[in-house]
């Protein structure tokens, strides 16, 4: 195994940032106009140290240690609030925030990486530090100038941590039903209630915390359109900005759960004694609508939160199949004397291990290109390009998700199964890597809910045009390589694939325009597999397409003109290595992984509708 706990693929990520993506166009927004190449590596290379220096070690110890809570006082793991504090005097909260308030003014872009290694090196860690981002950005966007002025430098300097509270005992997934209540109280407003699952909702790591608490108002109409947002400190601030009289917040208990042991799960009662000053965020009713712009940045941290992970445990297989020796080549089974090999040479554990790696590559490309639509959606100065690119992030945004947070926890378990018993004892931290996934398909909206949201809402936005011309593309980039002289079957393959999805697309639109409402529902799921199935082989394709010219460029600089040559220099070049296994990765999801859509068409045309009739 590696010396160090962590060792993240700083490779691929540099070959996603800067050869797949247009980084040059990132640099033509004029906000981005600053933007180096080269002190973008810089600071991509500074954070992975830190990463592993700092963060890492945290993330073993914290999972068997996890959060001890005594009479509302909530305390972390050892050593979380020392490697907070470094955490915080490094800047790394606000790699995106705005240089105004206080953050280094990076685009999505780069601060995806910047997360994806932060959690990598301990996710439960990171989880706190995401959510305080998440609340500084959304108080810059909506607060009012009391807001912005008091607390949205507190957070964006970590000093206090920002929360979010939705989930009440009885409003998960339909936020519309909770219950908790803000009264107006001459300039401010008394809150009460109680919101379950709130994700540091209490620790010793800040001083104060900041909750953002979607509440109703008195006389509010039912469901989404009577919530409203408030922030509610922990301890209202001083005259001078410093925590004072505690607010009547208390924290109720904290969860036993399978994963993220080390980040407090909090049970959070408001107002027990009526003193719970709240302040309304923008206005009455459009609570959700505030949440839910932060929503979408939200849900892809969740798809990096998967890729992180799933990512750490690829690693972890990896290594150890490099170093476990167990039987023989599969063709000398019958000699005894035949030598040992390492479990990587046999064939169903590179199955297993090429399964996890073009899972881990496709996501973080999706991953990223969604994040550079972002960028794009928000500061491309052509207002055309700014609606095709928000268009973009939006259709992706439950794939990067639910697609993910679900493979992630699929390649989770593969790698512990290349691992086998050691990758189920806690010596390697597979096993918590696995745990500590699961959530993701979980929280954020669960994965049901973004395959609704991927097929009731973000279909038939512009009245399906957004939908129609991202799929005319795919389309398009299939048709236009199919000539390519090494990668044609692929493209071939891959636009069979395209078609498939966009029939099955037009069947279930077909059906709920026809009334029929239940069976596309039924088939939300299995079709936001198939889409992003489709997303990540375009994603992987486009890879191998840069990675093949890359590859010959490197053969005929080294003069390796004969098949000998080429597996030669690919054995000793990382570089030539590298990118020959792009074209494998590719080859390897469209054949093994992409099939899986002919299964799920068959299952969606079936017509089936058992799970409607049976009795649970
Ligand atoms: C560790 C952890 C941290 C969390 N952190 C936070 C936080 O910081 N802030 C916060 O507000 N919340 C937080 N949550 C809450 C989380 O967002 C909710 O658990 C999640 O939204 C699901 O709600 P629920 O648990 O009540 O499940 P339910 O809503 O009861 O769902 C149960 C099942 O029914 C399905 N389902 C429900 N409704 C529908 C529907 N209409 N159509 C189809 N399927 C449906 C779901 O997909 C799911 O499979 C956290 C939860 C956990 C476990």
């Known amino acids: ?38 002190q973008v590596q810089m600071l991509i290379d500074e954070c992975a140290k830190f990463s592993g220096e700092v963060i890492a070690p945290l993330n073993r110890p914290g999972d ?83 807001m912005k002025r008091v607390y949205v430098p507190k957070l964006a300097s970590g000093e206090w941590q920002g929360t979010m509270c939705l989930t009440e005992p009885g409003a998960g997934s339909a936020v519309g039903d909770i219950k908790t209540i803000a009264k107006p109280d001459g300039d401010t407003w008394l809150l009460s209630g109680t919101k379950c699952f709130i994700t540091a909702g209490e620790h010793d790591m800040t001083p104060n915390h900041v909750h953002l608490v979607l509440a109703r108002t008195p006389g509010a109409p039912k469901g989404f359109k009577g919530i409203s947002l408030f922030l509610v400190p922990k301890r209202r601030p001083t005259a001078d900005g410093q925590p004072g009289e505690p607010n009547d917040v208390v924290c109720a208990g904290i ?29 009455v009713g459009k609570g959700l609508q505030y949440m839910f712009h932060m929503m979408n940045e939200a849900r892809v941290g969740v798809g990096i939160q998967g890729l992180a992970l799933a990512a750490a445990a690829t690693q972890y297989a990896t290594a150890y199949a490099n170093e476990r020796v167990q039987g023989v080549d599969v063709e000398k089974m019958r000699d005894l004397e035949a030598p ?47 609606e095709r690119s928000m268009g973009t992030l939006e259709l992706l945004t439950p794939i990067c998700k639910a697609w993910v947070s679900d493979r992630a926890f699929e390649v989770a378990a593969q790698a512990l199964q290349v691992m086998g018993g050691y990758g189920y004892i806690g010596e390697y931290p597979v096993e918590q890597h696995l745990r500590d996934v699961k959530i993701a398909s979980i929280y954020e909206g669960t994965n049901g809910i973004q395959a609704l949201d991927l097929l009731g809402r973000k279909l038939p936005m512009k009245g399906g045009a ?13 048709e236009g390589q199919k000539a390519h002289l090494a990668l044609g079957d692929l493209a071939q393959a891959f636009g069979e694939e395209v078609a498939r999805w966009q029939a099955t697309t037009s069947k279930l639109a077909g059906m709920g325009m026809s009334g029929d409402q239940r069976y596309p529902i039924l088939s939300a799921t299995p079709f936001l597999e198939m889409t992003g199935n489709v997303m990540v082989a375009w994603m992987l394709l486009g890879q191998a397409i840069v990675a093949h010219d890359k590859l010959q460029g490197r053969y005929l600089d080294q003069q390796a003109m004969d098949p000998a040559a080429r597996a030669r220099l690919r054995a000793d070049d990382a570089e030539a290595r590298f990118y020959a296994n792009k074209l494998e990765t590719a080859r390897f999801f469209i054949h093994h992984v992409l099939p899986r859509n002919r299964a799920i068409a068959a299952e969606i045309d079936s017509g089936d509708r058992s799970p409607l009739n049976f009795v649970v």
């Open 255 to 283: 969860e036993h759960k399978m994963g993220i042991k080390g980040s407090p799960t909090c049970t959070m009662s408001f107002g027990e004694d009526g003193k719970c000053r709240a302040w309304l965020i923008g206005e």
């Open 340 to 386: 040992r090999v390492l479990i990587k040479e046999h064939p169903d554990v590179r199955r297993m291990l090429l399964f996890c790696k073009s899972i881990v590559e496709g996501s973080r490309a999706l991953l990223y290109y969604t994040a550079f639509c972002g960028d794009m959606g928000r500061s491309h100065p052509d207002a055309k390009e700014r």
């Open 466 to 478: 957004v939908f129609m011309g991202f799929a005319g593309e795919l389309a398009r980039f299939a």
């Open 64 to 146: 068997r240690e996890g959060c001890h809570f005594d009479h509302g006082q909530v305390t972390l793991p050892q050593g979380y609030k020392e490697a907070y504090q470094a955490f915080r005097e490094n800047g790394w909260i606000g790699v995106t925030l705005p240089e105004a308030i206080g953050g280094m003014g990076l685009p999505r872009t780069v601060g995806v990486i910047t997360a994806e290694l932060d959690i990598g090196a301990c996710c439960a860690f990171a989880l706190s530090v995401g959510l305080t981002h998440a609340a500084t950005a959304l108080l810059a966007e909506y607060g009012t100038d009391e």
């Open 1 to 38: 195994m590696p010396d160090k706990d962590f060792n993240p693929d700083l490779r691929d990520i540099r070959f996603v940032l800067f050869e797949q993506l247009p980084f040059a166009k990132l640099q033509a927004l004029p906000e981005y106009a600053q933007l180096d190449r080269e």
